[in-house]
């Protein structure tokens, strides 16, 4: 498998991960939830065991269960941003990397199939990552399927692990900063290509905060 080559999409229903995740933070049970939005306990049960299902609840149910808890109903489904700090424990969306096209600075919603919980202090942006490739396997490196949170606001200065966007293609690196330039670096010694220049067509797209311990 090559350093950017991109796992398997999950088949996660974005609305039952999200949801679970909205209840959690105003603290409602489905019994709670259905006397607020007027949805039955039976169907809100439902919406949460369809993970596996790719389907959408009714645009009414949709509606009512969304102005119950603040939001609009494509945030629900996930087709419209949502801020973090919405989320309770900071819950962040688990994005593959063929979706990684641009920076989150932009603004600009990243497709993502279900949340996962970040445990470090993090901003508004912050998302995470599946470990693809064996370019930053190593010593002080990372294992094939390990997650990385990545904060786009976090400062990227020398030694910091950055994640990068170059045309088509996505990557993460350790960045090194000498009086010669701006180089990213592969944590694998045997790695063909192990430092390469951080080129003006790169995009930055934030830096690694936690992946099994603080960054």
Not at 26 to 53: C, D
Request: charged share 20%; proline share 7%.
């Amino acid at each position: 498998m090559s350093d950017t080559e991109a796992m398997t999409a999950s088949r996660n229903n974005p609305v039952a991960e999200i949801l679970e995740a909205l209840m959690t933070k105003h603290r409602l049970n489905q019994t709670a939830l259905a006397q607020r939005s007027g949805v039955s306990q039976p169907a809100i049960n439902r919406i949460l065991r369809e993970r596996t299902k790719a389907k959408h609840p009714r645009k009414e149910t949709l509606q009512k269960i969304a102005a119950a808890l603040g939001v609009t109903p494509g945030q629900l489904t996930g087709e419209e941003p949502i801020a973090i700090r919405t989320f309770a424990k900071g819950m962040v969306p688990f994005v593959q990397w063929e979706n990684l096209t641009g920076s989150p600075l932009s603004g600009e919603p990243i497709q993502h199939s279900s949340l996962v919980i970040c445990p470090v202090e993090h901003g508004d942006l912050t998302f995470a990552l599946p470990v693809v490739g064996e370019a930053m396997t190593g010593e002080d490196g990372y294992r094939e399927g390990d997650i990385i949170f990545i904060d786009p606001g976090a400062h990227h200065g020398h030694g910091k692990d950055v994640v990068v966007v170059k045309g088509q293609s996505a990557f993460f690196r350790r960045m090194v900063i000498t009086p010669e330039g701006q180089f990213l670096k592969a944590l694998n010694p045997s790695w063909p290509t192990p430092i390469i220049p951080l080129t003006n067509d790169a995009i930055v797209c934030g830096t690694i905060v936690f992946s099994g311990r603080v960054r």
